[in-house]
């Protein structure tokens, strides 16, 4: 949902591919190394991709793939981010073509954003 959400409010469309990696292979709650793994390499176009996560597992589970070094493609960033608004600033900033790192930035950047 996280993942439709912030491609619909970006308006970005399919010009930004995002894919949704969570739950268990079984379809259940949990984490899984495989599905992240796939999920990112879907994405990939090259440029890098970034990877924003919900809870702890997720965070370290894509550590622990990081660490591997083989199973996420080259230039893979876990970005520091409150799971929805950075993904929806991640996504509308990569619509106008910045680069991974500015991504990144404005993902995290949205720790600051003010409701009231």
């Known amino acids: ?3 439709e959400l912030a491609q619909g409010l970006s308006g970005a469309g ?3 591919p995002v894919a949704p990696a969570g739950g268990t292979d079984g379809g259940e709650l949990g984490t899984s190394a495989e599905l992240i793994a ?3 390499a879907s994405v990939d176009r090259g440029v890098g991709v970034a990877v ?3 809870l702890g597992s997720a965070v370290l589970t894509v ?3 990081l660490a591997e070094g083989d199973e996420l493609p080259e230039n893979t960033r876990l970005v520091d981010a409150p799971f929805l608004e950075g993904a929806v ?3 509308v900033t990569a619509s106008t073509g ?6 990144a930035a404005a ?6 954003y003010r409701k009231v």
């Open 38 to 40: 796939a999920a990112a």
């Open 14 to 16: 399919a010009s930004v």
């Open 98 to 103: 910045a680069d991974l790192a500015a991504v």
């Open 63 to 65: 550590k622990a793939l």
């Open 107 to 112: 993902a995290s950047e949205a720790y600051g």
């Open 52 to 54: 924003l996560t919900d």
């Open 89 to 91: 600033a991640a996504v």
């Open 1 to 3: 949902s996280v993942a």
